[in-house]
């Protein structure tokens, strides 16, 4: 079993990026899938959250309207696209496999001029 984010990186303030989660070894296409992140001193928190066939789908309200959470079924890869950045999203980005419990290793996003 296996979870591989990608797509992270430094990106100015208003910036974009497109974090991709790669899945292997699990019914991935009957899993809810989620997003979370991790800043410094915090806790990790819930960012997205995506049912098995895209119809159910929830944001945090700290980035609702600025992110787009999605996948594809047939390349066992989920995707979370971020837009109009802020310093407040620096953190580490981890992908979760809702139903099997299976985390990623995570990919930094940080977001700084």
């Known amino acids: 079993v296996e979870l591989v984010e990608s797509g992270g990186g430094l990106v100015q303030p208003g910036g974009s990026l497109r974090l991709s989660c790669a899945a292997s070894g699990f019914w991935f296409s009957r899993s809810e899938m989620r997003w979370y992140r991790q800043a410094p001193g915090k806790e990790r928190e819930l960012v997205a959250r995506?049912?098995?066939?895209?119809?159910?789908?929830l944001y945090a309200p700290s980035v609702k309207g600025r992110s787009t959470i999605s996948r594809d079924n047939a390349k066992l890869t989920m995707y979370l696209q971020m837009n109009t950045l802020k310093p407040e999203d620096t953190a580490v980005y981890y992908c979760y496999a809702f139903g099997p419990d299976y985390w990623g290793q995570g990919t930094q996003v940080t977001v700084s001029s």
């Open positions: 995506i049912s098995s066939d895209s119809s159910d789908i």
